[in-house]
Nanobody, 115 residues
């Protein structure tokens, strides 16, 4: 199993930046994909960005050009750099790590954008 712990959420003004971190522990060698998801108030949880072991990344249309997902394999950590934040980015952000044999989620970290 893989355990995930997110950090870096908080309150930031519109136009500002935040960087989320997600530290993985446990059977990290088995991870195939890591990603960030978010659940805005009153909405379902949606994908934000995904990073695969081959280095490829994918982003939701709404965050392309503003958010960057990256992985530091030496630290077993995945990051989400968020720039040009706006009110629509307010949500609880979740880290996810998965492969064929497991699917692990972090506890979530709140990101609030003030106008």
């Amino acid at each position: 199993q893989v355990q995930l712990v997110e950090s870096g959420g908080g309150l930031v003004q519109a136009g500002g930046s935040l960087r989320l971190s997600c530290a993985a522990s446990g059977s990290i060698f088995s991870i195939n994909l890591m990603g960030w998801y978010r659940r805005a108030p009153g909405k379902q949880r949606d994908v934000v960005a995904i990073s695969a072991n081959d280095g490829s990344t994918n982003y939701a249309t709404s965050v392309k050009g503003r958010f960057t997902i990256s992985r530091d394999n030496a630290k077993n950590t995945v990051y989400l750099q968020m720039n040009s934040l706006n009110a629509d980015d307010t949500a609880v952000y979740y880290c996810r790590a998965w492969a064929l044999t497991f699917d692990s989620w972090g506890q979530g970290t709140q990101v609030t954008i003030s106008s």
